[in-house]
């Protein structure tokens, strides 16, 4: 088992940044891929970034890229995902997600490939 705890969010302007932090307890962090995901009120949840066990290897929704940045600290079981230049298209809630079944070097990017979730947590961009 993994338990995830989000923090970070809150309520920014336009142009303006928040770093989000998902904290891991439980089965060792560093066997676990992971990855951000957002979602709003009657659409699906998106993927947003993720990155491999190792952290050499990261993938970026097109949406994103170029403004966040997803790293990890295995030795304080902790990933931090970096919003820079936010929209109001990025207010949702976000999600940390934990995958257990990913290779050292290996991104998840399917809903269905993440096995443990945090509870979240609200980013809101006013425009």
């Known amino acids: 088992q993994v338990q995830l705890v989000e923090s970070g969010g809150g309520l920014v302007h336009t142009g303006g940044s928040l770093r989000l932090s998902c904290a891991a307890s439980g089965r060792t962090f560093s066997n676990n891929a992971m990855g951000w995901f957002r979602q709003t009120p009657g659409k699906e949840r998106e993927l947003v970034a993720a990155?491999?066990?190792?952290?050499?290897?990261?993938y970026y929704a097109d949406s994103v890229k170029g403004r966040f940045t997803l790293s990890r600290d295995n030795a304080k079981n902790t990933v931090y995902l970096q919003m820079n230049s936010l929209k109001p298209e990025d207010t949702a809630g976000y999600y940390c997600?934990?995958?257990?079944?990913?290779?050292?070097?290996?991104?998840?990017?399917?809903?269905?490939?993440?096995?443990?979730w945090g509870q979240g947590t609200q980013v809101t961009v006013s425009s």
């Open positions: 990155i491999s066990r190792s952290g050499g290897s990261t």
């Open positions: 997600a934990a995958s257990a079944s990913a290779g050292w070097v290996s991104v998840r990017l399917k809903l269905d490939e993440y096995d443990y």
